[in-house]
């Protein structure tokens, strides 16, 4: 197999978070011959009213396999549960060791501040894992095996849901990536996620799962002019590179908002 060009690893919460709110970037990105890689915290095992935490579990650890094979891409998960995952040692040594291992040229992860507190905690150890990951004392549990990575790579931010902080204020991205062209791929990978699609087909008599997504997608477009859209913001901390690979990446298919 010809080695990819370039590695992407988005690290979320939850399955299904990084195909909602990044999904069309990342089938953009394969189609130019990018290596996929989506990784979760959790197997979303408060993800049901009905089954029992290790079967829907079980279910979507599957589901989230199947939606990244139609990246042609891989799922990892660093074994936390719903609502009980933390930025603790453990976790910070998983999230390396996953950095090492996957090695990817740029992160993509949730915004800083979002509506539920896993998606912050995975974002705070998005963040934690690109700075530590290259520093060769660092050899806290799994990472230890694992050699250190080249350097700090790009991180970027997907916007909240919703588009809001916690006061309502309006989150702008810093740039918008225009996906209208691969929407429905998007949807497709979405849809492994049958789990949480199908049951709110039954509740509300519609394909609510996508046309949620779809909805968010056009709020972002709408900002910027696009009929669907996924906003981007890039971590600028300090000793965090600021070269826009992403950017470059899918150049022609990026607006700026207007300031
Ligand atoms: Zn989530």
């Known amino acids: ?147 250190p990575t080249a350097g700090v790579v790009p991180l970027y931010y997907f916007g909240p849901l919703g588009g809001v902080d916690y006061f309502g204020n309006t989150i702008t991205s810093h740039f918008y990536v225009d996906i209208s062209e691969v929407i429905e791929p998007k949807a497709e990978t979405l849809g492994c996620h049958a789990s949480q699609r199908d049951w709110l087909r039954r509740q509300h008599g519609i394909d609510q799962y996508i046309e949620e997504m779809k909805q968010w997608d056009r709020e972002a477009g709408r900002i910027v002019g696009l009929p669907y859209a996924e906003g981007f913001s890039m971590h600028k901390g300090h000793s965090f590179p600021h070269t826009p690979m992403l950017e470059e990446a899918l150049d022609g298919l990026v607006r700026h908002p207007a300031r």
């Open 1 to 147: 197999m010809t080695p990819s060009p370039h590695t992407v690893l988005a690290l979320c919460a939850h399955p299904d978070d990084a195909e909602f709110r990044c999904g069309g970037t990342l089938h953009l990105l394969a189609q130019r011959g990018w290596a996929v890689h989506i990784a979760t915290l959790t197997c979303g095992d408060c993800g049901s009213a009905e089954a029992t935490p290790n079967a829907i579990a079980t279910c979507r650890r599957a589901e989230a396999e199947a939606a990244a094979a139609t990246l042609g891409g891989q799922h990892h998960t660093l074994g936390g549960l719903d609502l009980q995952v933390f930025d603790d040692n453990g976790m910070r040594a998983a999230a390396v060791a996953l950095l090492r291992e996957v090695r990817p040229d740029l992160v993509i992860t949730h915004f800083p501040v979002d509506y539920m507190p896993d998606h912050e905690v995975a974002s705070a150890l998005a963040r934690m894992a690109v700075f530590t990951a290259p520093i060769p004392n660092y050899v806290a549990g799994p990472s230890a095996s694992l050699p």
